[in-house]
């Protein structure tokens, strides 16, 4: 059984406000995206067939929802029970990351009433990626509300239910890592069949599935940082720093190994001149690398590693990295040849928008109607 | 757990990770399917009257694309949901000579190259495109494509598009005038594009003739005389004789490019020039196969992670249980 309590207290706060006119907005330019086709909201083309909708809310989005992955790696594989605390909130946050990632990827789907067909065994071709991801993150989401079951049937006390499913958890929980390990490396295997539309410095064949599976990861930890910060502000929780800073040395260790990957294909793939080549692409690679590089560098000395505001800026540092590493390869550079250039419309957004804000809403009501957070300060 | 060992584990996970990925070994290019037909476009030969894309439109039903400009000609621009195939123009300086590069001009052709080991048919989750055993032509079937267009992005050529503007669209390409219920191909007829060419620029017939013919035209030099021929080239309707004014580039595009395509183009100016994308000889989709097929062979991997996984999960699981 677990500590944490539903928080209680209002849900018509002005931020839910707020985010509930968001996603009215973008629920509009939703409507005119079923009615009149997609070329009616976003501005995707024929060289750019993939906008924000995949890269954003797919790509990006579920990478931001990997807290739950990561949490389960070190609380189940590394055995540090000491962040239970911390797991329900990150599982929240993922299932919700998915979910919306996974709503983004059906609206953005051409001809979605034919979805199912992803689950037909007639028509899966298994040389896909796309058919892994698809599947995987399906079942992934299911997981995930399994996963996050507990809370729900302890808020309505079906005790029953629940040790049974107490019983039979690990084998989700193992699930919950295999699967992330799985469809996150494959969306780096995407920009494989991609070819020469991804630029020389985001393409690398055989390192693709690990350079994703890494930032993923670290991806994954930072979110956790940041959510556990940002609840702390907003809803007034005791101090977690002595947990997160040990987090922030995993993100350290896995970043020198990122770094050590990233850096060393480039070298011997004699590639380092595009980094001073001073164009569109060299710039944002060294934006996005000195991203990368900050929290390294903030987080390394064990006295920074506690200062909880070093933590988040390390934390929001590497999510902009691991997000600018993921729109620099699958949209910033992408080069479908001359005659094409994409950028999103106003509607577009407001879809991605309207989304989001919709996660943030689900995310406020349910800590304060479900036992996801720990109220009372822990040992 | 101390930290000593997590970074060990954590070392030796990705270092495990990183010779997976790099000993994938991909898997050779396809070769040409066993009666391989397919189309050469010789630039050099077009005269851009663009006979080819209204004989494409009313052959395949689909609507001309009119800018407003009065033209009696459909004035696509480029490949959509309701262009197939569009010739396009290279223009240099004061273009004034055919098949030149400086102030010169040149023309090119834009349909589904029909490559030899097709990305779209590679990348596409739920087999909508398909690439024919016996002909090699590559056909879609919107019956069973969910719109993901990882066949667009998956295609060297940018040929599969979609309709944007339509709430219920679909993926268009040229599928060589043999899809079902036209299958022009399969009655023993040819392309409406090779069909109507008035020069022979664009030629139908088996890919080894074709190729055979590409070669011939690379042996010959400006000045010399040559009996082009017309539509299908197996039994061409008629020949015509024209003196070369340029040197051919010597290059058969389709010959070898990311494993080689069915439509091969030939010309007298660089193809980069024409707007060809850099294509290596490899196929982009032999090397993604060949590295999801060692990730996922036999799922042996994700299910030795997965037992390994469910053992100390249970065990950690039931050891954080204990504690509380």
Same mark, same amino acid.
């Given at each position: 059984m677990s500590h944490a309590k539903p928080l209680g207290g209002s849900i018509f706060t002005p931020a839910f406000m707020l985010c509930l006119v968001l996603f009215v907005i973008g629920m509009y330019f939703l409507g005119v995206r079923f009615t009149d086709g997609m070329g009616a909201v976003a501005n995707i083309n024929g060289g750019f067939p993939w906008g924000i909708w995949v890269v954003y809310d797919v790509v990006i989005g579920t990478a931001l929802a990997c807290g739950g992955y990561a949490l389960a790696i070190t609380i189940y594989v590394f055995n540090k029970g000491q962040y239970h605390p911390l797991m329900r909130a990150a599982l929240l946050a993922s299932? /919700? =990351?998915?979910?919306?990632?996974?709503? &983004?990827?059906?609206?953005?789907? =051409?001809?979605?009433? *034919?979805?199912?067909?992803? /689950?037909?065994?007639?028509?899966?071709?298994?040389?896909?990626?796309?058919?892994?991801?698809? /599947?995987?993150?399906?079942?992934? %989401?299911?997981?995930?509300?399994?996963?996050?079951?507990?809370?729900?049937?302890?808020? %309505?006390?079906?005790? &029953?239910?629940?040790?049974?499913?107490?019983?039979?958890?690990? %084998?989700?929980?193992?699930?919950?890592?295999?699967?992330?390990?799985?469809? *996150?490396?494959?969306?780096?295997?995407?920009? %494989?069949?991609?070819?020469?539309?991804?630029?020389?410095?985001? *393409?690398?064949?055989?390192? *693709?599935?690990?350079?994703?599976?890494?930032?993923?990861?670290?991806?994954?930890?930072?979110?956790v940082i940041f959510e556990a910060s940002a609840s702390q502000v907003a809803f007034d929780l005791p101090d977690e720093t002595s947990l997160l800073s040990k987090i922030g040395k995993i993100i350290v260790g896995l970043l020198l190994v990122y770094l050590v990957v990233r850096f060393g294909e480039i070298i011997l793939n004699g590639k380092v001149g595009y980094i001073f080549a001073g164009d569109k692409n060299s710039l944002l690679f060294l934006l996005e690398t000195l991203l990368f590089i900050f929290p390294v560098v903030a987080l390394l000395s064990q006295k920074m590693r506690q200062n909880s505001r070093v933590l988040l800026w390390a934390a929001v540092s590497m999510l902009f990295a691991g997000s600018l590493y993921r729109f620099n390869a699958f949209l910033f550079t992408y080069d479908p040849g001359p005659g094409y250039s994409y950028f999103p419309s106003v509607g577009e957004v407001m879809v991605t928008v309207g989304i989001v804000a919709f996660e943030i809403m689900a995310y406020m009501v349910m800590v304060k109607m479900l036992p996801v957070l720990h109220k009372e300060a822990h040992a | 757990m101390d930290r000593r060992t997590f970074l060990k584990t954590a070392g030796a996970g990705v270092a495990g990770a990183a010779c997976i990925s790099t000993v994938a070994d991909a898997r050779p290019n396809l070769e040409p399917a066993p009666e391989a037909v397919g189309m050469l476009y010789d630039s050099t030969l077009c005269v851009g009257c663009k006979a080819c894309v209204t004989a494409c439109k009313e052959v395949?039903?689909?609507?001309?694309?009119?800018?407003?400009?009065?033209?009696?000609?459909?004035?696509?621009?480029?490949?959509?949901?309701?262009?197939?195939?569009?010739?396009?123009?290279?223009?240099?300086?004061?273009?004034?000579?055919?098949d030149s590069e400086e102030n010169g001009f040149a023309f090119e052709k834009r349909s589904c190259m029909h490559c030899v080991d097709p990305g779209c048919v590679s990348v596409c989750p739920v087999t909508a495109m398909r690439r024919d055993p016996l002909t090699g032509i590559v056909t879609h079937h919107p019956d069973a494509c969910i719109g993901c267009r990882t066949c667009m992005v998956g295609c060297p050529y940018n040929v599969p598009q979609f309709e944007y503007d339509n709430a219920f669209g679909r993926i268009h390409k040229c599928q060589m005038c043999n899809q079902e219920g036209l299958e022009r191909i399969n009655k023993g007829g040819m392309t409406a594009c090779a069909e109507v060419c008035p020069t022979g620029a664009t030629l139908f017939g088996p890919r080894s003739m074709l190729m055979e013919e590409a070669k011939r035209r690379m042996e010959l030099k400006s000045g010399d005389n040559y009996n082009f021929p017309r539509g299908d080239i197996s039994k061409p309707e008629s020949y015509h004789e024209?003196?070369?004014?340029?040197?051919?580039?010597?290059?058969?595009?389709?010959?070898?490019?990311?494993?080689?395509?069915?439509?091969?183009?030939?010309?007298?100016?660089?193809?980069?020039?024409?707007?060809?994308p850099p294509l290596e000889d490899r196929s982009y989709a032999s090397v993604s196969e060949g590295v999801q097929h060692t990730l996922y062979k036999y799922m042996a991997l994700p299910a030795a992670a997965m037992a390994g996984l469910t053992y100390v999960v249970k065990r950690n699981k039931d050891n954080h249980d204990g504690e509380e």
């Open positions: 299932l /919700l =990351g998915y979910a919306l990632g996974g709503v &983004g990827a059906f609206i953005d789907m =051409g001809r979605y009433w *034919q979805f199912y067909n992803l /689950l037909l065994p007639w028509h899966m071709n298994f040389n896909a990626v796309m058919l892994e991801v698809g /599947l995987c993150v399906t079942t992934y %989401i299911l997981v995930l509300v399994i996963e996050f079951a507990p809370a729900f049937l302890e808020r %309505i006390g079906a005790h &029953g239910v629940l040790k049974i499913l107490n019983k039979m958890l690990f %084998i989700f929980i193992a699930l919950g890592i295999l699967l992330p390990t799985m469809h *996150q490396s494959s969306l780096g295997s995407f920009l %494989i069949a991609m070819g020469y539309k991804v630029a020389p410095l985001w *393409q690398t064949v055989h390192f *693709q599935p690990l350079l994703a599976l890494l930032t993923a990861l670290t991806m994954g930890f930072s979110i | 395949n039903d689909m609507t001309p694309v009119d800018r407003g400009d009065g033209h009696i000609y459909d004035s696509a621009l480029d490949l959509s949901g309701d262009t197939l195939n569009v010739i396009k123009v290279y223009s240099d300086g004061t273009a004034a000579v055919k024209k003196e070369l004014e340029a040197d051919y580039q010597n290059h058969i595009w389709g010959e070898k490019e990311a494993g080689g395509t069915n439509v091969l183009h030939i010309s007298a100016i660089a193809f980069d020039k024409l707007g060809m």
